[in-house]
């Protein structure tokens, strides 16, 4: 049975991969799961990220009759995130920390098969920067991966949850942790780092599914040899490796100045992850302490062998302490899958004065004989690029409140600063739109191949920002800046849109109460569902965005939805406890009603409909 | 107007302040500290209490910075420059870690200086670690508050909500 799996999948792969070199992929358990559309056997369903199901049995015309099948109460609180991991017969349940893992048995009453308590010390809480959170699991070669917060990637058997394999990837002690969902691809575990907020100097790693040794490790700052950039990084755009992008306007860093894009701007340069840390930097030569965090969700190209990935924000907040345009953080990566060496990067917010990470998924979809990689940056900006070499194709603010830029440049990718949001230390820039947290935030958006268009959900929230002396001390954190965030012009903290991504114009646009924080799905019955901080799973309609179905869950949602099949049933799912970036706080912070809920006040309505801390759940519904 | 009860807790206040004062100049004995992890004796170096304010507080526990503007100012700046904004959030008010300003705390004593002064020095269970100097960063001794500087970062933090802490 086992080895006719092997065999199909194997077949499939060489099918519609004559490109590739003929490698065994070990995961092919995992491929072969994938084509089934009962499975859900990545954590956004397939290697695309496109989170789209081929099931379309619940549809427009009974969505309304969609009622709860089951729910399983994970016994931890604060946020979930994620999806869980749908297989054959078996769902795989992960939990915020400490990080508990669910074997449930679908042709059994969900019943526990196995489960797996990860003993992490309780003093890694204290380093995450924002909640508890866990993205999810992998599973591949037989095995459920489970990146730990303490920095531990685990490998797990599939069948009996017992450990096969472990490895150390971060150290807390330095305050570097772990949130993101391992990737499982091909013969290969891809994992992350956080600690931007710690001056962490971050990665992608990808270890060998077979024993956990590493393949290969990506830097996001420092010499090209760390970065694994080789010789035709960026070969079909040159200018995406400028020494600098900016000139300095009313002398730049410091109070009253700002940055003008230089108009013609030289290309083709080489290690820029440490050349464009201009001296002097706060510690050291700003890039070994330089951030750029990694904990997205990672889509891939058989046909390429390109993963995708972003970086997240450089170390420390305060930009007047590390000028420079600050490579590679900030950064949309393709890197070969095999050797980790990229083939194309291009910066989204150089210099960043705003803590714009851009850590924000990329969508790979096609169109006539192209792929493209689309992504909707926390900078308030959604990205279209030809996913082979990197060409930018498309720049649009996914909402006017956008403040910080005029627009981007699509040649050079480099955007107009407008010199009104530009950040100094002890100076309070006031109505920088968008937020810290973004347009968009961790929570990824979804596409239909069926209607051409994305899904994104959407924060609608502003910000003052007041960057300050700080200094750096090892596995404490280093943050330089002081922030306060409110809903943005139209009222709301949020919304929900489509968007054609050839164009990325807004085709419809639904707001809400609070910032969407959960991930979207779509299904191939032109259905889109995605979860509230105010507790509901919403289906609406694909095309137009009408509410068709929701249902009020026991927290807010920060997880994705999710569908699978089950015995020609076909079940959406999403989990449920409140936390992330926009919930922590609420998490932590009630012990007094004088308590604002720090930097995230203008949330403090959440209080009005989630108990503190949130609880967390799994929610499964069915027709 | 003051009332008779007002005027009797006044009086009542004072004479507890001039019995303190007698009892400190008779013992001469300086306040003992306990870190806030689990109660044991925590030693202070009495060279490094090296300012009219800190003696003051050594001897007596009391934070002579509190309402002091200057002090406050003092004060919100180390808070930013040691990061305190990342957990406890930018009016010390909570984030990813407890609130600050009270009526009530993550531990009962931070309600007093002397309190809260001893769990920011040593550091707690519960994730924050030690910020006094010599104690903050096992690579660099001069790395961490001096008591001078955690008594205006206390005022600061006093200053954001109604309990004075004195």
Known sequence: MQVNKIKLALGLVAGFTLAMPMLASAAADQEAAMKDANNWAGPRGNYTNQAYSQLGQINKGNVKNLKAAWTFATGVNRGHEGSPVVVGNMMYVHTAFPNNVYALNLDDNQKIVWSYFPKQDPSVQAVLCCDNVSRGLGYGDGKIFLQQNDGTLIALDAKTGSKVWDVKNVDPKVGATNTNAPHVIKDKVLTGCSGAEFGVRCFIAAYNIKDGSLAWKAFSTGSDKDVLIGDDFNKANPQYSALSVYQDVNGGNKQGGSFAAIKDIKGGEKELGTRTWLKPQAVKDGWQNGGGSVWGWWPYDARTNLVYYGTGNPSVWNPDVRPGDNKWSMTIFARDLDTGIAKWGMQMTPHDEWDYDGINEVILFDKGAKTYAWHHDRNGFIYTWDAKDGTLV?????????????????????????????????????????????????????????????????????????????????????????????????????????????????????????????????????????????????????????????????????????????????????????????????????????????????????????????????????? | MLGNKALKSTLLVSMLSLASVVFSAQSNAAQTFVTTQDGSPLTIPAELFDTSAAKEFLETGKNIYIGNAEAQARGHKIFNLYSCTQCHGPEAKGQVGPGLIGPTFRYDKDATNKGMFETVWHGTNGGMGAKGIGLMDATDASNGLTPDELLKVISWIRAQGGVTGN
């Open chain 1, 394 to 623: 498309s720049a649009e603010k996914v909402h006017p409140f956008v403040n910080w830029a005029s627009g981007v440049d699509l040649k050079t990718g480099v955007p107009a600063k407008l010199a009104t949001a530009s950040t100094h230390q002890d100076y309070n820039a006031k109505g920088v739109c968008p937020a810290a947290l973004g347009t968009k935030d961790q929570q990824p958006a979804a596409y239909s191949p069926k209607t051409g268009l994305m899904y994104t959900p959407l924060n609608h929230v502003c910000m003052t920002y007041e960057p300050v002396e700080s200094k750096y001390v090892a596995g404490q954190p280093w943050v330089g800046a002081t922030l306060t965030m409110f809903a943005g012009p139209d009222g709301v903290m949020g919304g929900f849109g489509a968007y054609d991504p050839m164009t990325n114009k807004k085709v419809w646009y639904n707001k809400e109460k609070f910032s969407a924080w959960g991930g979207a799905l779509t299904t191939a019955s032109n259905l889109v569902f995605y979860g509230t901080l105010d507790r509901w799973l919403k289906a609406v309609d694909a095309q137009s965005g009408k509410e068709l179905w929701k249902f009020q869950v026991g927290s807010g949602v920060i997880g994705n939805a999710f569908t699978y099949g089950h015995k020609g049933k076909q079940y959406v799912g999403t989990l449920s406890g409140i936390g992330g970036w926009a919930g922590v706080a609420m998490n932590l912070g009630m012990t007094n009603p004088t308590d604002a809920l720090g930097a995230a006040g203008g949330y403090a309505e959440l209080t009005k409909y989630n108990a503190a801390p949130g609880g967390g759940a799994l929610n499964v519904f069915s027709l």
